[in-house]
């Protein structure tokens, strides 16, 4: 990447100001439109910056005169020089006079207030070439004897980065003809060589071309809805980019049918039959909703940062179906349900009240891992109604399948869930309840309630309540 004529002449400048000795305080850096760097001086302002012959420094002691600093810090002036804050000159040069007075490991202080100024600069400069790369569109001008094949992109960008990010367009578009107009000037490339020009006003990038509605067309058809992210969408492109971007008159249209396009593909997904992955061995085939269908899921937020979906995993054919709240941390990283302590004491409970784990299908209402941090552990999060709501077409779709007889209702989500009522667990599992699709519903405790319990006396009192419960199965089934 070669620098720009603004970081050379300036290098320059900077170079007679050390070599005169002048410290920073006494230089004054003029940004306007560069008048200091590459105009002549002011002999009128005492404090501005002047030429080597006014500074009584002989051309051949500025040409001898060795000034070594760490490529580091080239490289960070480089891009600073880039940036559109008038104090971009006088602060690279503060730093530069350090760093040849002695502080040569200032790059390594993070918490030096120049070095941190400095070093966010770089960085905006750095993500606005990036923006600059994912947001310039070409449109081909009309064809004339001067023009044929000729695309021209307008684009404007927050700092002066024409120069640092032209390079990457002759990569990724070297057999192309191309200009890129900015504020700042035009950047053109004729397939052998990038050159630069001062704004012609008279050149403008076309409204359209005749190959933007295959681009449109293609757009349209890479378009995810389930996987519609709108914060992210605007977090990542701004809308302040979309004018510079055809496809963004489609956005609109796209997000708001979105939901309705997500809920199409969710109707036509279907259940199949895969082999089970657990430990045991079972016999008949095991029922598991399409993973890759609710991996993909986007119907709520929950999904962000979860590792992956959990589905339903049992037999086909199963009686008995229990349904608990939602993954937690051991099932989000296994991709399967109940593996963890809840899952090892339910699994006990299940035995103990002489039910075959053969013969059961477990899931969960909410198909993926809600938590919140807690130092360097994900702590379960109780899903909201909007999230049991979102994954309910999951679990309809299992129970559909399945069939079952009796379901078994964990905990009180899980029971407001498959009742439609609000009641504590306590209650509920006095009642005698139907769900919908006919199947006799069990309520009682999540086992990760019992392992919760404070006293030694009510988990005990509620693991025989969870066992209890379990083989009132045997009586509906």
């Not at 050379?8 to 070599?19: E, H, N, P, S």
């Not at 390079?167 to 003809?177: A, D, N, Q, S």
């Not at 593909?265 to 199949?272: G, N, P």
């Not at 089970?276 to 709520?300: V, W």
């Amino acid at each position: 990447m070669q620098p720009a004529p603004e970081f050379d002449a300036w290098r320059l400048k900077a170079r007679q100001l050390l070599a005169a000795g002048r410290a920073p305080e006494d230089v004054h850096w003029d940004d306007a439109i560069q008048a200091s760097l590459l105009d002549s001086h002011d002999p009128a302002q005492p404090n501005s910056m002047r030429s080597a012959r006014d500074l009584n420094v002989r051309a051949e002691d500025i040409a001898n005169a060795r000034i070594r600093i760490p490529s580091r810090l080239l490289e960070l002036f480089e891009a600073c020089a880039c940036h559109s804050d008038p104090r971009r000159h006088a602060l690279m040069y503060r730093l530069l006079w350090r760093a040849t007075r002695g502080e040569r490991e200032l790059l390594g202080d993070a918490a030096d207030e120049d070095v941190r100024t400095l070093t966010q600069m770089a960085k905006s400069v750095d993500r606005d070439c990036h923006k600059m790369h994912a947001y310039v569109r070409f449109r081909e001008l009309s064809a004339t004897a001067d023009t044929s094949g000729h695309f021209v992109a307008a684009y404007t960008p927050e700092h002066h980065i024409l120069r640092r990010a032209a390079p990457f367009f002759v990569k990724r578009f070297g057999t192309m003809v191309w200009t890129i107009v900015t504020p700042d000037g035009a950047a053109h490339w004729d397939r052998a060589r990038l050159s630069f020009s001062p704004v012609d006003p008279g050149l403008t990038a076309p409204a359209a071309d005749a190959k933007e509605a295959l681009w449109l067309t293609y757009y349209e058809s890479i378009f995810n809805p389930a996987r519609l992210n709108v914060r992210a969408m605007q977090h990542h492109m701004p809308q302040k980019y979309w004018s510079n971007l055809p496809e963004a008159a489609r956005i609109p249209v796209l997000i708001a049918n979105a939901n309705l396009r997500a809920g199409r593909m969710i109707e036509t997904v279907s259940l199949r039959e895969v082999p089970f992955r657990g430990p045991s061995r079972r016999p008949t085939s095991e029922l598991s909703a399409d993973k890759f269908a609710i991996d993909t899921c986007r119907r709520c937020e929950v999904c962000e940062r979860a590792t992956q979906g959990v589905t339903g995993e049992g037999p086909a054919g199963a009686a008995v179906m229990i349904v608990g709240e939602q993954p937690g941390d051991e099932e989000d990283l296994a991709g399967r349900p109940f593996v963890g302590p809840a899952g090892s004491l339910l699994r006990a409970a299940i035995a103990e009240a002489g039910l075959a784990i053969e013969t059961v299908f477990l899931t969960n209402v909410v198909k993926h891992f809600r938590w919140e941090p807690r130092g360097k552990r994900r702590i379960h999060k109780t899903p909201a109604q909007k999230h049991i709501d979102a994954c309910s077409v999951w679990l309809d779709a299992e129970i559909g399948r399945v069939r079952p007889a009796v379901i078994v209702a964990l905990g009180a989500t899980a029971i407001h869930s498959l009742s439609g009522e609000l009641l504590k667990v306590g209650d509920a599992r006095h009642l005698r309840i139907r769900h919908r699709s006919g199947a006799q519903l069990i309520a009682t405790y999540h086992p990760s309630a019992v392992l919760r319990a404070q006293d030694e006396r009510e988990r005990e009192r509620m693991r025989t309540s969870l066992v209890a419960d379990l083989a009132r199965v045997l009586d509906c089934a």
